[in-house]
């Protein structure tokens, strides 16, 4: 299968990175990165194809939410995505996010309860889709219950249970998953798993992002590794500059986006561009 050009660290642990540990034999690509700059990265081009899972590895910083968001269209960034051939900026925003699907660690809420997030276009596939989450709830450790109590009133681990549901039901053609098993317990976990599995055996394409050398082990066919990002000189502890709390820029951006947007898709933000 083919190799993935990309930053490799040097380091002589990591050389295996380029090696495919699982042959899922001559597959075509879903996902197609070409070029896409990371900072401080350089451009980076991978390709990942029907039922196969994509690691991406690297020490915390190194940048791989910011590489899973620009594929979601979710934070600007030069170079190309296609999704079966289709470059992400020939289809709307909310069109590629229902296909291309980010799934968050902390994942936003932009509801009141989870059960309101969980909407379809029409009647039918409204009640499809109740029928779907229903049966997906027990495989998660989940109560039904949990659709109607307030979001805030959720613990940290159904929150984040529910998201993951709320990012599989409606079988994107790519799952983009930042750390989906992050603070489960073991039998939790292995839920989880089981479920990113399914997925890739009905022919999901898979970009896992996870410090979890065991969980990318068992699921992840490729490994794409990512350097550790430079470290930036120190100036003289003279001349550092009094402390002042500076904002996560980043992160309110996204937030704008979710609630300028509001449920528009089980997907998240509706609008092409991120402030």
Request: one cysteine or more.
């Amino acid at each position: 299968m083919r190799p993935l050009p990309a930053s490799w660290s040097p380091r002589s642990e990591v050389a295996n990175a380029q090696v495919v540990v699982k042959s899922l034999g001559d597959l075509s690509a879903v996902l197609r990165v070409d070029k896409i700059r990371i900072a401080p990265l350089p451009p980076l081009t991978f390709s990942v194809a029907n039922g196969e899972c994509l690691a991406v590895e690297g020490p915390s910083g190194s940048g791989k939410t910011r590489l899973l968001r620009a594929i979601a269209d979710l934070d600007r960034a030069s170079g190309h995505v296609f999704l079966d051939g289709a470059e992400r900026n020939e289809m709307r925003a909310p069109t590629w996010r229902r296909l291309v699907r980010y799934a968050a660690t902390d994942a936003m809420w932009w509801t009141d309860t989870a059960r309101a997030a969980f909407v379809a276009p029409t009647a039918d596939g409204q009640f499809a889709l109740e029928a779907a989450l229903h049966a997906l709830l027990p495989e998660l450790l989940l109560e039904p219950r949990l659709l109607d109590k307030p979001v805030s009133d959720l613990s940290t681990g159904e929150r984040q249970r529910l998201a993951f549901a709320r990012a599989i039901i409606d079988a994107p053609r790519v799952l983009l998953l930042d750390e989906p098993t992050n603070g489960l317990d073991p039998e939790t976990t292995r839920r989880v798993e089981a479920l990113i599995q399914r997925e890739l055996n009905a022919g999901r394409s898979v970009v896992l992002a996870s410090h979890d050398g065991a969980q990318i082990d068992r699921l992840a066919h490729v490994r794409l590794q990512l350097a550790r990002p430079p470290q930036p000189m120190q100036p003289p502890l003279a001349s550092l500059p009094t402390p002042f709390p500076t904002p996560n820029l980043e992160q309110a951006r996204y937030d704008a986006v979710l609630r300028a947007d509001g449920a528009s898709t089980l997907g998240g933000p509706a609008k092409q561009n991120v402030p």
